[in-house]
């Protein structure tokens, strides 16, 4: 029987997004970076959500405070 293991991973250092396949005995098998494909479809999803056109500008901030929140500037 196969049992391998696929993770999607992010390393802060390499700024990469991998999807990462292990062997049963936890080993590394293969690695594929998917930072260009997880970021298009992030994009989109940013786009459709909030009604954006080509050419608009998208502001992202965090404000560090007593209370956690993320506020997105459109």
Do not use: A, P, W
């Amino acid at each position: 029987m196969n049992n391998k293991t696929r993770t999607i991973e992010y390393n802060k250092q390499t700024h990469k997004i991998t999807l990462c396949t292990y062997t049963e005995d936890e080993f590394l098998e293969s690695e594929i970076d998917i930072t260009e494909q997880v970021s298009t479809l992030v994009l989109e999803k940013i786009y459709d959500d909030y009604d954006l056109d080509d050419g608009d500008e998208l502001l992202i901030t965090k404000k560090k405070s007593l209370k956690n929140h993320t506020k997105i500037k459109l």
